[in-house]
């Protein structure tokens, strides 16, 4: 089974087709847009230059990708939660694309998508397993048990994790998006010859692990965010070169401790309630950061189970994921699908949500029916 999709839930214009093999998933072809040089300017995702930029670059990639390839029999769009701009572009081509071919469509949930991307690289990873989804919209720990099945055990109760990596960033002048370049920053800061283990902790006492005393299992970032903004170093000058780094490699390592932390508790919970001790995975842009890879490789050990990392590719938004979760999907619900036993997808009537929780409803179920 050939399946195309399209991502456009943020500022990556993103195609896939993907094969997929009894639940087993390999990517045939994708293409990725990031619009980062639209948005730069404003420092931040402007909606309407997002939809617009959509609109412009989606009907450039759908060919590049159907080049040479066989042709998809499902189609798939993101279909929240995210900008709505954005969504109606992908999911209108998407369906326009489904009729015209008489394929189903299948409305995917951008959260599933991420949370199910695991089994995209490696379908050996079983349900359930315990996901720390971090971008730069969300923050949440989650028991994933089923493609449509997601308990969540904490969330953060103010900024999410990437949209306070990207603030930092922009306070110490490092460019927006700026998770990447605050963590290029970060290891400048901690290979650097002349810099020994004291400067690494005269750093870090600069910045608290935002709810470190609490047995929450929630997560806050705004409280560390505001700590940096007021900084002597950043409130009354410019920092130098040295100041910057340092408080870039405090600020990272602190919101990874942080996201450590929160794991560590949820896969406390997590083993207590089921059968199985892990594994432990991340997905989300910020699951990209090589420091919190380490951390959560720790977590996991500490707790006989293992840390497995994403390709930094499949961290961030692309359209792979979307089209496993839409596989996933057709695989559970449909055992039997093949090209000639037509399905008709009911996606066409699921309504594009900018917030669309997974636990508010099965976020992904009932979405396709056999005719
Ligand atoms: O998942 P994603 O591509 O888009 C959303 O759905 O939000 O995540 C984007 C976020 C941005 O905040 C970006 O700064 C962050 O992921 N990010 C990183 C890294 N690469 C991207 N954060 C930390 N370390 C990275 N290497
Ligand atoms: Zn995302």
């Known amino acids: 089974m050939h399946i195309l999709a399209i991502e456009s839930s943020c500022d990556e214009s993103a195609v896939a087709l993907l094969k997929s093999t009894n639940g087993n998933s390999h990517i045939l072809a994708q293409e990725l847009f990031s619009q980062i040089n639209e948005h730069q300017n404003f420092g931040g995702i402007v909606p309407e230059i997002a939809a617009r930029a959509h609109l412009q670059i989606l009907p450039q990639l759908i060919p590049r990708v159907l080049k040479n390839q066989p042709p998809p029999d499902a189609i798939a769009a993101t279909c929240g939660p995210g900008l709505i701009g954005g969504l109606i572009i992908g999911a209108t081509i998407a369906r326009a694309i489904a009729l015209a071919r008489q394929k189903p469509f299948l409305a995917v949930n951008h959260l ?43 969330q953060t109760l103010d900024d999410a994790p990437g949209e306070a990596l990207d603030k930092a960033a922009r306070l110490l002048n490092l460019g927006w998006p700026g998770g990447a370049n605050l963590e290029t920053c970060a290891e400048q800061f901690q290979n650097h010859p002349q810099n020994h283990p004291q400067d690494h902790s005269q750093a870090l006492n600069q910045l608290p692990i935002p709810l470190a005393k609490h047995t929450t299992l929630n997560f806050s970032f705004s409280g560390l965010k505001t700590a940096l903004a ?14 910057t780094q340092a408080l870039a490699f405090a600020f990272q390592e602190r919101v990874m401790q942080s996201l450590a932390l929160g794991a560590e508790r949820a896969l406390r919970r997590f083993q207590n309630e089921h059968q199985v001790q892990g594994p432990l995975l991340a997905a989300g842009g910020v699951a990209a950061n090589t420091r ?65 929780p997974l636990t508010q409803s099965p976020a992904t179920k009932g979405c396709v029916r056999v005719m």
Request: proline share 7%; charged share 20%.
């Open 112 to 154: 599933a998508a991420h949370a199910l991307s695991p089994r995209l690289v490696n379908s050996d990873i079983k349900f359930p397993y315990l996901l720390l989804l971090v971008s730069g919209g969300h923050c949440q720990t989650l028991a994933v048990r089923a493609h449509n099945n997601f308990k969540l055990y904490g």
């Open 292 to 356: 919190l890879s380490q951390l959560l490789t720790n977590v996991a050990k500490q707790h006989n189970t293992h840390f497995q990392a994403l390709p930094k590719e499949l961290c961030t938004d692309n359209a792979a994921m979307v089209a496993h979760a839409a596989a996933e999907r057709l695989h559970a619900e449909y055992k039997i699908f093949a090209p000639s036993n037509p399905i008709k997808g009911d996606g066409f009537h699921t309504p594009l949500r900018p917030r669309w």
């Open 230 to 243: 007021r900084h002597p170093d950043i409130k009354n000058a410019s920092p130098t070169r040295k100041t």
